[in-house]
């Protein structure tokens, strides 16, 4: 996953864990595209300490994603949601109730992962 991406979901699932220092930070480097001197002018920190604190945060923030799965469950879901997408508009076309079977089992599998 691209690192900008990767550090969205990281932020969008356990930002909150953050205290607001970090949060502000963070989102400034990640949302709003500053630079690090940028960031460390506007918080009165040296560009050094902007980069430790964002390595700090994108550390605490994977390693909550390595004990709570929650960004892969939530792509896994994600897909699936999107294979049952798919699958619904083969059934309108085709009637076939096998299809109907797949659709019952993926959503199972959802519900299971939830």
């Known amino acids: ?3 900008k991406v990767e550090q969205t979901y990281l932020y969008d ?7 607001p220092h970090q949060r502000e930070v963070y989102e400034k480097f990640v949302f709003e595209d500053l630079s690090l001197g940028e960031i460390a002018l506007e918080e009165g920190i ?3 300490g902007v980069h430790d604190l964002i390595k700090r945060c994108t550390k605490s923030l994977e390693e909550y994603e390595e004990k709570l ?3 892969a469950k939530f792509q ?3 897909n699936m949601v999107g294979e049952i997408h798919q699958l619904t508009k083969q059934f309108h ?9 797949e659709i ?11």
């Open 1 to 3: 996953m691209e690192e």
């Open 13 to 19: 699932f356990y930002g909150e864990l953050l205290n």
């Open 46 to 48: 040296s560009r050094q």
């Open 69 to 71: 799965h929650l960004i």
């Open 76 to 78: 896994s879901a994600k």
């Open 93 to 101: 076309q085709t009637h076939n109730e096998a299809i109907m079977e």
């Open 104 to 114: 019952e089992q993926i959503s199972n599998q959802i519900l299971e992962e939830l």
